[in-house]
Structure formats: structure tokens, C-alpha cells
């Protein structure tokens, strides 16, 4: 009986621990203190206007990126298989373009990029990446259900790899005890 007890607890253990003791992965930046994301509007595939509002309560991964971003062509296929993984009722990938040249552009791009699990999202005005403070493309913001940053990647990053969605699954299960 007592093996038994241990083996329960052990199991419980294992369950819980990827959310505690998942670390940032290199080069994510992570505030000592989560400060609200500022405004920003986009447009989605079908030209309906959209905020960080639209996804309170998930935690997002909001990516700015754009189709004449040489790293952003090899990392959206990391972001929509890390959005085939996880995406769901607590976490979304928000890829946001940055393209003058519109919708038309961002659907050439995720055909060319077998990309087939993101939402198209796109601000070709450009100023999402001022109002955020993007020193470059990508830029990638983890905000909190309550729309806080609570991390920040400058630069292309394999979002699918282990360490990621590791990190990734423990910030969704804090996201939830958040709610």
C-alpha cells in the first residue's frame, strides 16, 4: 500500500512540475514586473477590426513579424505548429504582420510557408510596432489573460522546440490559477 501511495505522489509530482519549473528559455526577457500592454488595433483575415482586448483572459503570444523578414520566414512554421500544439481556449499565437502591401501578401506568404493554424492578423500601418517599442522584426510579446507583458523575445526563436513549449504549457497552467 505505502508503494502504492508513493507512486501516486510521484505521478502527481511529475504532473505538476513542468508548470513550476519551467524556466525562460535563452534570450526571453522576462519584466520584474508585468506592466500593461498598450493599445494596439489590427485587422484580421476578413478585415474585422481587432484589439489584445478580443483574447482577455488567454494567454497570447503576440508576434510581430512580416513577409520581407528574412528570420520571420523560418520561424512562422515553428509559431503555427506551436499554435497546432497548444492553441486552444487558453492560449493563442497571434502573429501580426506588418505589411504595407495587405492580406493578399500575408496569404501568399503562409501558402509559400505552409502555414495553415494561424490566424491572418495584419497592421499595415506599422504602428503596433512603435507603440510596443519593436527595435526590429520579429519581436514576440507573452501578455497575460489580464493583458500584462510578461515576456519579451527580440529576434527569431524556435517556438515549438522542447525547452518553448515547456516554458509555453507553464505559463498557460499559471494563466489559468490567474483567472
Not at 519549473?21 to 506592466?35: K, L, N, V
Not at 520566414?73 to 501580426?96: I, N, S, Y
Not at 515549438?160 to 509555453?168: A, L, Q, V
Request: glycine share 10%.
Amino acid at each position: 500500500m505505502t508503494a502504492c501511495k508513493l507512486a501516486i505522489s510521484l505521478a502527481l509530482l511529475l504532473v505538476a512540475l513542468p508548470a513550476v519549473a519551467a524556466s525562460p528559455p535563452a534570450d526571453f526577457a522576462i519584466p520584474e514586473s508585468p506592466a500593461a500592454v498598450p493599445a494596439i488595433g489590427f485587422t484580421d483575415g476578413t478585415g474585422k477590426q481587432k484589439t489584445l482586448a478580443d483574447y482577455s483572459g488567454k494567454l497570447v503570444l503576440l508576434n510581430l513579424w512580416a513577409t520581407w523578414c528574412a528570420p520571420c520566414r523560418k520561424e512562422m512554421p515553428t509559431l503555427d505548429r506551436l499554435e497546432a500544439e497548444l492553441g486552444g481556449p487558453d492560449f493563442e499565437v497571434v502573429a501580426l504582420s506588418m505589411d504595407q502591401k495587405g492580406p493578399d501578401a500575408v496569404k501568399k506568404f503562409f501558402a509559400e510557408t505552409g502555414v495553415t493554424h494561424l490566424a491572418l492578423n495584419i497592421d499595415s500601418s506599422g504602428k503596433a510596432m512603435f507603440t510596443l517599442g519593436a527595435l526590429g522584426l520579429p519581436m514576440t510579446l507573452l501578455i497575460d489573460g489580464s493583458g500584462k507583458e510578461i515576456g519579451r523575445l527580440i529576434g527569431p526563436a524556435e517556438w515549438d522546440s522542447p525547452e518553448m513549449t515547456k516554458f509555453i504549457r507553464g505559463r498557460i497552467a499559471a494563466n489559468r490559477k490567474g483567472k
